[in-house]
């Protein structure tokens, strides 16, 4: 039968030959891939994030996944730092929280990204966490258009509060935490992008949103790869919009507990620079690329034949 094969084989022509010899390579490797990322996202045992430090930063957290991570956090033995924008909400999800795991430390920041002083965050955050084990970031805070709109038509407030919340926003939050976790030599950051940059080929009518979250997802790779060397892990998880339906803004612990997936995501896969959907997705491609170019060979030498 094997014999029969390669006769089979050398029987055809060489261009065909390595054709088919290129997409079986290509099949392997990315057969390979996808089985270690079934191994990283299902088997690989869990991270305990306290390794990383006791406090976690999160950014965002009075609402939807923010808070939803917060929760989740909290009930991982994490103490909390948690920065928004209003001083009420901040008050009532740590209380919230206190009031589930009494043990856990909560400190707050105000802070108003979008406001022109957005730049004088770094320090804010330098000085707020001053003298803290912080292992791990949640940069999460994002905003959007309040409705779809054409590129030339978006006010220029919207503009440039999204660019400040998004994008300027969390590169100097990740600076002011950076410092302390090269000192600790480890630390985690975990950059909330959007499916938005990372899953569509394009996002028409909120451009500049989808824009500032492929400047989030780039940043976390090649911050991923600086970084790495000092025990610090990068990533960026690329929700889609059913996250927010499912992690509900008024119940944080809806029966689909999609901040769950997240919180378990992180704990399994922090140890690469991007999420395990933009993963999958990548292996998938290629596996069909492969597929296709091994199948293509096949059928042209069964009709040569
Ligand atoms: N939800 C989705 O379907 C979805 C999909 C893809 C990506 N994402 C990304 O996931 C992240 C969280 O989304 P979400 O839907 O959970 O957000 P959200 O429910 O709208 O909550 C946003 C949080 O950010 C705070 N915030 C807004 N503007 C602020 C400012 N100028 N300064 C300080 N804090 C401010 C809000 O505070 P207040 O409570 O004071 O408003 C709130 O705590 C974002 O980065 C988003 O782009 C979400």
Known sequence: MVSACINHLLSQPMWLVLVSSLGLLSFLKTSTSLLKWVYATF?????????????ALITGATD????????????????????????????????????????????????????????????????????????LLINNLGITYPAASFFHEVDEKVWMDIVRVNLVGSSRVTQAVLAGMIERKRGA???????????????????????????????????????????????????????????????????????????HTITRSLRRGCDWSSRLRSTVCSLLGSLVSMVAGLLASRARS
């Open 64 to 135: 939807g996944i923010g808070k939803a991570f917060a929760h989740r956090l909290a009930q991982r033995d994490l103490n909390l730092i948690l920065v928004g924008r209003n001083p009420t909400k901040l008050e009532t999800v740590s209380r919230e929280i206190q009031a589930e795991h009494p043990g856990t430390k909560i400190k707050t920041v105000v802070f108003d990204f979008s406001s022109e002083a957005s730049a004088g965050v770094r320090s804010i955050i330098e000085k707020a966490t001053e003298g803290l084990d912080v292992g």
């Open 189 to 263: 950051i975990i950059n909330i992008g959007s499916g938005a940059a990372s899953a569509m080929p394009s996002h028409p009518l909120f451009t500049i949103y989808a824009a500032t979250k492929a400047y989030i997802d780039q940043l976390s790779r090649c911050l991923y790869v600086e970084y790495k060397r000092c025990g610090i892990h990068v990533q960026c998880q690329a929700p889609c919009t059913g996250t927010a339906i499912c992690c509900n803004k008024n119940d944080c612990k809806s029966s689909f507990d999609s901040e769950i997936i997240l919180v």
């Open 43 to 55: 088997l690989r045992p869990k991270k305990n994030l306290r390794d990383y430090g006791s406090w």
